[in-house]
Nanobody, 124 residues
Framework: QVQLVESGGGSVQAGGSLRLSCAGS????????MGWFRQAPGKRREGVAI????????DYADSVKGRFTISRDNAKNTVYLQMNSLKPEDTAMYYC?????????????????WGQGTQVTVSS
């Protein structure tokens, strides 16, 4: 079964850190762009970070630049999101997604495989 499974979410105080993981199964995602997206209650889902297939290029939403780092281990078929200096406004369900090709775009309709999400809650 082709799927992406996120893990690593939880509750943390402002200023804390979390590391999210997204493990792929049933398909080798090493040639795919991978992205992290999030959706807060009552808000639209938004892009957080994207990483090209080779791992050498990535991009971030302005709201997380300098605090979050996306990385990938293609040998493990896994993508990570290291989140530091967390803020209450980072509270959301976080999803990883795979795009059909190796280059990345922010448009969510470019991503054809999505995980179920992992909840991140940051308290002040």
């Amino acid at each position: 079964q082709v799927q992406l499974v996120e893990s690593g979410g939880g509750s943390v105080q402002a200023g804390g850190s979390l590391r999210l993981s997204c493990a792929g199964s049933g398909y080798n995602y090493s040639s795919n762009c991978m992205g992290w997206f999030r959706q807060a209650p009552g808000k639209r889902r938004e892009g957080v970070a994207i990483i090209w297939s080779g791992g050498g290029t990535s991009d971030y939403a302005d709201s997380v630049k300098g605090r979050f780092t996306i990385s990938r281990d293609n040998a493990k078929n896994t993508v990570y999101l290291q989140m530091n200096s967390l803020k209450p406004e980072d509270t959301a369900m976080y999803y990883c997604a795979a795009r059909r090709a190796g280059n990345c775009y922010w448009e969510q309709n470019e991503y054809n495989t999505w995980g179920q999400g992992t909840q991140v809650t940051v308290s002040s």
